[in-house]
Nanobody
């Protein structure tokens, strides 16, 4: 059983940066993990994912601005968000897959078995 808890959300000005953390209880070193977000009235979307080998995947909307990393010694997943835009405002969730390689449909949440409760990110223009 894996439990995930996000932190680091808050309010930031457009153009600013914010780093989210996701602390996991349970062993996640061999898991694909990802970050997702959902804005009010919109569907959940995948932001970034990282597999057991450290291979990263990004949504087109976040590529070049967001960086996903994982510290296996701390069982913690991070999302560094730079050059934030108003459209990045959402509740951000982390998720973990029991398999080490991310599903091809990771962006839709495919394969993710465990989810956190989310942390809210607001962007002021």
């Amino acid at each position: 059983q894996i439990q995930l808890e996000e932190s680091g959300g808050g309010s930031v000005q457009a153009g600013g940066s914010l780093t989210l953390s996701c602390a996991a209880t349970g062993y996640t070193a061999n898991s694909c993990m990802g970050w997702y977000r959902q804005a009010p009235g919109k569907e959940r979307e995948g932001v970034a994912a990282i597999d057991e080998n450290g291979r990263t995947m990004y949504a087109d909307s976040t590529k070049g601005r967001f960086i996903i990393t994982k510290d296996n010694s701390k069982n913690t997943l991070y999302l560094q968000m730079n050059s934030l835009k108003p459209e990045d405002a959402a509740t951000y969730y982390c998720a973990a897959d029991l398999f080490p390689i991310c599903d091809k449909g990771w962006g839709r949440g495919a394969g993710m078995d465990y989810w956190g409760q989310g942390t809210l990110v607001t962007i002021s223009s």
